[in-house]
Nanobody, 119 residues
Framework: QVQLEESGGGLVQAGGSLRLSCVVS????????MGWYRQAPGKQREMVAT???????NYADSVKGRFTISKDSARNALELQMNSLEPEDTAVYYC?????????????WGQGTQVTVSS
């Protein structure tokens, strides 16, 4: 059974940093595309950063230069380093992972972790 467990959220002042972690079940390299998404109150869920199995990274314009997505193979974890945080970054952050088969691609979500940035 695929499980994704996020951690690292919290309350931080504007300009501060947080590091989110998503520990996945099994070997992290058995997954295909992975990423971080966020959902603020009253808004739709949006992509923050994604990483393909080959290591290609993509970022939302709003976080480029401030956030970095990476994998920690020793911990089987997908990480998101967030620097220079802004109040607009306040949201629930979700980890997402896909496993592709010949027939279809399966997507999995974590339970989310709250990030609150105070001004």
């Amino acid at each position: 059974q695929v499980q994704l467990e996020e951690s690292g959220g919290g309350l931080v002042q504007a300009g501060g940093s947080l590091r989110l972690s998503c520990v996945v079940s099994g070997n992290i390299f058995s997954y295909d595309d992975m990423g971080w998404y966020r959902q603020a109150p009253g808004k739709q869920r949006e992509m923050v950063a994604t990483m393909t199995s080959r290591g290609f990274r993509n970022y939302a314009d709003s976080v480029k230069g401030r956030f970095t997505i990476s994998k920690d193979s020793a911990r089987n974890a997908l990480e998101l380093q967030m620097n220079s945080l802004e109040p607009e970054d306040t949201a629930v952050y979700y980890c997402h992972a896909t496993i592709a088969t010949i027939e279809r691609s399966y997507g999995y979500w974590g339970q989310g972790t709250q990030v609150t940035v105070s001004s």
